[in-house]
């Protein structure tokens, strides 16, 4: 655990804005609330209460210690039928919490898709880009925790579950990596001090 400035409280050093989810141009309505399976079709989307509740439930803090952020998902909420709903869906919370004196904790860098607006357009998005995650080798590998120490960069995280890497969808990821950066070396450099 990293040293505080106050030893009472963990102070909060920036809010970063969270990226709304935007459709592309294919999607023509919404789904009706009492039937979100129609959200399979290609041109119609979730319904808007469960979107809200999405948009609603994201935030990243950047804390003097720490940075904390929620990137909420869609589940089927509880119901009669095996224990879902068929009606009804409900978000769940997805929080992570990453310390500064993470090992790897090393790279934050900018990584939105080129052309995102027009990408964005045509198929939809989250946002712009954060990722978070420590490479080494020139950039071939990256940290993994647990039985693989190593993970190709090229593997995406579904197929290797021990890889060590955080994304955040922000509105603006240039002035996201700066805020996270400051905090990170500002964090560590208190660290040393007290050695």
């Known amino acids: 655990m990293l040293s505080r400035v106050a030893g009472d409280r963990i102070r909060l050093t920036a ?3 969270p990226g709304t989810r935007k459709t592309g141009c294919l999607v023509c309505c919404n789904a009706p609330d009492s039937c979100p399976a129609l959200s399979r079709c290609c041109c119609v989307d979730y319904p808007t209460y469960i979107i809200n509740r999405v948009n609603s439930s994201r935030y990243i ?3 003097e210690n720490s940075l904390e952020f929620n990137n ?7 119901g009669n039928c095996c224990g879902a709903s068929l009606c009804e869906l409900a978000v769940r ?4 919490v990453l310390y500064f004196d993470d090992v790897h904790f090393d790279d934050v ?3 939105t898709r080129s052309c995102n607006e027009c990408k964005t357009f045509w198929c939809g998005g989250k946002g ?3 990722l978070i ?10 940290s993994g925790r647990g039985p693989m120490t190593f993970v190709p960069t090229c593997c995406p995280e579904c197929c290797c579950p021990c890889l060590v890497e955080a994304e955040l969808w922000v509105d603006d990821a240039k002035s996201a990596v700066h805020a996270i950066k400051v905090a990170r070396d500002g964090a560590r ?7």
């Open 93 to 96: 919370d997805d929080v992570t």
């Open 109 to 111: 860098r900018d990584s």
């Open 133 to 142: 995650d420590s490479r080494f080798c020139f950039g071939m590998c990256k």
């Open 189 to 195: 450099q208190r660290m040393e001090m007290k050695r």
């Open 128 to 130: 712009e880009q954060v």
């Open 72 to 78: 909420p998902t869609m589940q089927a909420a509880k």
């Open 61 to 63: 803090y950047v804390r």
């Open 15 to 17: 809010v970063i804005q």
